[in-house]
Each structure stands twice: as C-alpha cells, then as structure tokens.
C-alpha cells in the first residue's frame, strides 16, 4: 500500500511518529515527510536515519493552515499524530490546547481535501471517550471533525484510530516512576485504585497500519489492550530498581483526572461491533455512505462499555510486558 507513496506524518518526531517512521521506511515508500516544530528533535531524529534518503523533515506548526498546505502537496497518506497530549498542560492553557488539538486538525483536513490526499488516518486517545479532562474534549472534537470530513464532498478518506497509554512515550509514568525512584525514593500516586489501558509503541503502529489497510472512513478503530493498576505498575519497578524502603505515596487525584478511562463509553457501545479478535470499530451517529451497510454484518458488541478497571493484568503479568517493552530488566 505504501511502495512509491509520499507520506506526511505530522508530530513525526514524538514516540508515535519516530516509531511509526521506523516502520514506514521498510515498506519502500517513494518519500516520508516528517512535519512537526521541534528544531532539536528533527536534527537528532535525520542524524539517526541518515541512510534513509526517503526522509524529508519540515519544520512547521499544524496552527498555520498554509504551512500545511505546502506540507501536503501530492502526498498520498497523511498520518497526523501532532496534538499538546498532557492533561495537566491542556487544563492549564485550553486555549492552546483548542487550537493545536482542534483547529489544526481541521487545518490538516482542509489541507488533505486541498490536495487531494487519499487518506487520512488520525490518532485519538481513550482520554476522548466520555472526556472529563480539556484534552480529551479537544481529541473528542477531533474525532468529530474527522469523521465528519467523510460527508464532504472530496475525494479523500477520513478515519480515527483510539488507543489507550503508549509504554515509554516521552513523559511516561514509566519514566517518571523510574526518574522518582532513583532521585527521590519514592513514587508518587494520585490514587491507589487507578488503572489505566497500556499497550506497546509496536503495537500502537500494528493499529494504525490495521485500521489504514482496512477502514472505509468514517469509523474509529480500537483495539483490544490490556489494563493494569497504577499501583502495581510502581511496584513492579520498585521491584526492579533493587532499592529498598522506596515509599509509594498518595497525592490526590489532579483536575480532569479519572480513577478509570474508557476505550468506548456507555453511548457508544451502542453502534460499536467486533471487527475481529483483535479491534473494535465504533461507527459514528451521522451518516457516512455506505459505512453502515459495510459492518452491517459485523456483530455488535455485548459489553455497555469498555472500561480500563476491569480484566486486570496480574503483577507478573505486567512484569512480562514490560520485559517484553524493554522497561526492566
């Protein structure tokens, strides 16, 4: 699908988009243009793919639509991963949260139609799904905007993917737990009952190549991740680390935070369905053509929603995964 392609990946230089370039140059695409306005990031992330002579890296902002525009000129697939992500930031400026999360995507939709982009595929978060948080709002309003580009009149295919917390990204629990329990000995916790959904950053880029090669536009793809308590995540690196006496303490949950996230909600359930052993597809309440006649077939799911405080991971099994992400040892 992507031999002789011209891709845009905007936010190119964060965990999602260094990975996902990673595996993009294998498959032989004609050029790979990674867009995002971080100078230092760009300058490490050309050194390290040097051999790579596919790459072509744009500085630029997805707030300036005609940046944009020029970015997407005979590109065939634009993977826009670009987006402020932390809650605490999103809830301290929503207004530059709004206009990164919502106007730039809209400025990466008009761009796409523009240029008559083939497909656009768009990451989400659980965080959007029943958003009690600026950042999940804006990635909810996102989503919309997205599956709506699927009624306009344009040539180009629109489709959302939702995944829960990537192991290792930048700024991670994972780092800042390692980080407390070396500098501090000891971890901080908002609340002892909190879990969350966790997946791989391989696996991430699994479900943005499943929902690219298989969607119809207008869907949200989900795939099935497992969950864990925050809890049991500090103790297995507290248990790694080797330390002794680190203290875990509890901090209070912070502003837009929830004990437990949702991949879809109550509301959605609704016209959610199994797409396979692996993912779901949430289809959108508008009209999409030809959409709803597509999963017709598909079963509908039999959960009310699908919630990260349930099917836990047992410690051990967290420790093989996070064995597995190269996280401990």
């Given at each position: 699908?992507?031999?002789?392609?011209?891709?845009?990946?905007?936010?190119?230089?964060?965990?999602?988009?260094?990975?996902?370039?990673?595996?993009?140059?294998?498959?032989?695409?004609?050029?790979?243009?990674?867009?995002?306005?971080?100078?230092?990031?760009?300058?490490?992330?050309?050194?390290?793919?040097?051999?790579?002579?596919?790459?072509?890296?744009?500085?630029?902002?997805?707030?300036?639509?005609?940046?944009?525009?020029?970015?997407?000129?005979?590109?065939?697939?634009?993977?826009?991963?670009?987006?402020?992500?932390?809650?605490?930031?999103?809830?301290?400026?929503?207004?530059?949260?709004?206009?990164?999360?919502?106007?730039?995507?809209?400025?990466?939709?008009?761009?796409?139609?523009?240029?008559?982009?083939?497909?656009?595929?768009?990451?989400?978060?659980?965080?959007?799904?029943?958003?009690?948080?600026?950042?999940?709002?804006?990635?909810?309003?996102?989503?919309?905007?997205?599956?709506?580009?699927?009624?306009?009149?344009?040539?180009?295919?629109?489709?959302?993917?939702?995944?829960?917390?990537?192991?290792?990204?930048?700024?991670?629990?994972?780092?800042?737990?390692?980080?407390?329990?070396?500098?501090?000995?000891?971890?901080?916790?908002?609340?002892?009952?909190?879990?969350?959904?966790?997946?791989?950053?391989?696996?991430?880029?699994?479900?943005?190549?499943?929902?690219?090669?298989?969607?119809?536009?207008?869907?949200?793809?989900?795939?099935?991740?497992?969950?864990?308590?925050?809890?049991?995540?500090?103790?297995?690196?507290?248990?790694?680390?080797?330390?002794?006496?680190?203290?875990?303490?509890?901090?209070?949950?912070?502003?837009?935070?929830?004990?437990?996230?949702?991949?879809?909600?109550?509301?959605?359930?609704?016209?959610?369905?199994?797409?396979?052993?692996?993912y779901f597809v949430i289809l959108p309440a508008i009209t999409v053509d030809g959409l709803q006649e597509y999963y017709a077939s598909f079963k509908p799911v039999d959960l009310e929603n699908y919630n990260s405080g349930e099917n836990l991971m047992s410690r051990q099994e967290l420790k093989t995964l996070l064995q597995k992400g190269g996280?401990?040892?």
């Open positions: 699908m992507f031999h002789n392609k011209t891709i845009l990946v905007t936010g190119g230089t964060g965990s999602w988009g260094h990975e996902l370039v990673k595996q993009l140059v294998d498959k032989q695409p004609k050029e790979i243009r990674v867009f995002s306005r971080n100078e230092s990031s760009q300058v490490a992330m050309k050194r390290e793919f040097d051999q790579y002579k596919t790459l072509k890296f744009i500085i630029g902002d997805i707030k300036e639509k005609d940046a944009l525009i020029e970015a997407t000129k005979n590109v065939d697939f634009v993977f826009h991963l670009a987006a402020l992500k932390h809650v605490p930031v999103c809830e301290d400026q929503p207004l530059e949260a709004m206009k990164t999360n919502v106007i730039g995507t809209q400025n990466v939709i008009d761009a796409a139609i523009l240029n008559d982009v083939e497909k656009v595929i768009y990451i989400s978060t659980d965080k959007a799904a029943n958003p009690s948080n600026f950042y999940g709002f804006t990635k909810a309003m996102g989503e919309r905007l997205i599956i709506h580009a699927n009624v306009l009149k344009s040539n180009t295919t629109f489709v959302c993917v939702r995944g829960g917390n990537v192991l290792g990204t930048n700024g991670s629990v994972i780092h800042v737990f390692k980080n407390h329990i070396e500098e501090k000995g000891k971890i901080g916790i908002t609340d002892m009952r909190m879990t969350r959904f966790f997946l791989t950053i391989q696996d991430a880029i699994k479900l943005l190549f499943k929902a690219t090669y298989e969607s119809k536009g207008g869907e949200i793809f989900v795939m099935k991740m497992p969950t864990c308590k925050i809890v049991d995540l500090a103790k297995v690196l507290i248990e790694d680390s080797g330390k002794e006496n680190v203290d875990i303490e509890v901090l209070g949950i912070r502003p837009g935070e929830k004990l437990h996230e949702l991949l879809f909600s109550d509301y959605e359930s609704q016209s959610t369905v199994y797409f396979d052993h692996e996280f401990i040892s």
